[in-house]
C-alpha cells in the first residue's frame, strides 16, 4: 500500500505565493514521474506540470514562468511552488506519481497514485 499526503494550499491574494507538497509513503520501490494536476469548479481536471525520475520538468503554457515542479527523492515528495497567483489559478490541486511498489524486497507492480486535493483560492 502507498499512501500520499498533500499539504500547503489555503487563501492568498492575487500576486502571492504558496508551495504545495507531496509526500509519499508505504511500499514504494521507486518512483517515476510525479506531476501536479488541477481542477477548478465545473471544469476538467487539467495538467499543470510533471517531472521525470531524471529531473526533466513541462508546464501547462498558463503557468509558465510562474510555477516550479520539483522531487526529493530520498524523501518521495512532490514539490509546485506557485508565484504570481492569478484569480484563474483557483482550483483544487492533486499530486499523481507513478509509483514501482515493492514486493518481497525486489521491484512489483507499477501503479499510478493520486494525493486526496488541496484547495487554492486566489482571491482579495
Known amino acids: 500500500q502507498v499512501q500520499l499526503v498533500e499539504s500547503g494550499g489555503g487563501l492568498v491574494q492575487p500576486g502571492g505565493s504558496l508551495r504545495l507538497s507531496c509526500a509519499a509513503a508505504?511500499?514504494?520501490?521507486?518512483?517515476?514521474?510525479m506531476a501536479w494536476y488541477r481542477q477548478a469548479p465545473g471544469k476538467q481536471r487539467e495538467l499543470v506540470a510533471t517531472?521525470?525520475?531524471?529531473?526533466?520538468?513541462k508546464y501547462a503554457d498558463s503557468v509558465k514562468g510562474r510555477f516550479t515542479i520539483s522531487r526529493d527523492n530520498a524523501k518521495n515528495t512532490v514539490y509546485l511552488q506557485m508565484n504570481s497567483l492569478k484569480p484563474e489559478d483557483t482550483a483544487v490541486y492533486y499530486c499523481?506519481?507513478?509509483?514501482?511498489?515493492?514486493?518481497?524486497?525486489?521491484?512489483?507492480?507499477?501503479?499510478?497514485?493520486w494525493g486526496q486535493g488541496t484547495q487554492v483560492t486566489v482571491s482579495s
Open positions: 499523481l506519481l507513478d509509483v514501482i511498489t515493492v514486493v518481497a524486497g525486489a521491484p512489483g507492480y507499477e501503479y499510478d497514485y
Open positions: 508505504g511500499s514504494i520501490y521507486s518512483i517515476n514521474a
Open positions: 517531472i521525470t525520475s531524471g529531473g526533466s520538468t
